[in-house]
């Protein structure tokens, strides 16, 4: 990854997820990233964040159209930057950023009742995308 020297959260991530497909395909990938593709990575992923939290304070819905369109930028700059994320695996990553204090919290940095809103827009955007 960027650098596992300064994720103090390098080796968690290995024990939790070493063994999967995506960790695996995230390791390519992030490997020939040089500083320049990991500022646009920074970048993309503030902007999705960002535009999550205006729409909450905006009052747009969880599940309403904006916040789903939204939710698939998400899903798809992780898709693009680090492995294939299907809306299943979104959806288990919208869950995670509610058990996970960790997560929830970096959310909550941004604005209050964030983590439960990007998940609740992940899951309606997943049901979206259904057939």
Known sequence: MEDEMTDPYAEEVRARWGDTEAYKESTRRTKRYKPEDWAKIKAEGEAVEVGMAELLRAGEPADGTKAMDQAEKARLYIHRWFYPCS?????????????????????????????AYVAAAIKANARRAQP
Do not use: S
């Not at 695996?89 to 983590?115: N, Q, S």
């Open 87 to 115: 809306h299943k695996m979104h959806v288990g990553l919208a869950d995670m950023y509610l058990a996970d204090a960790r997560f929830t919290a970096h959310y909550e940095e941004r604005a209050p009742k964030l983590a």
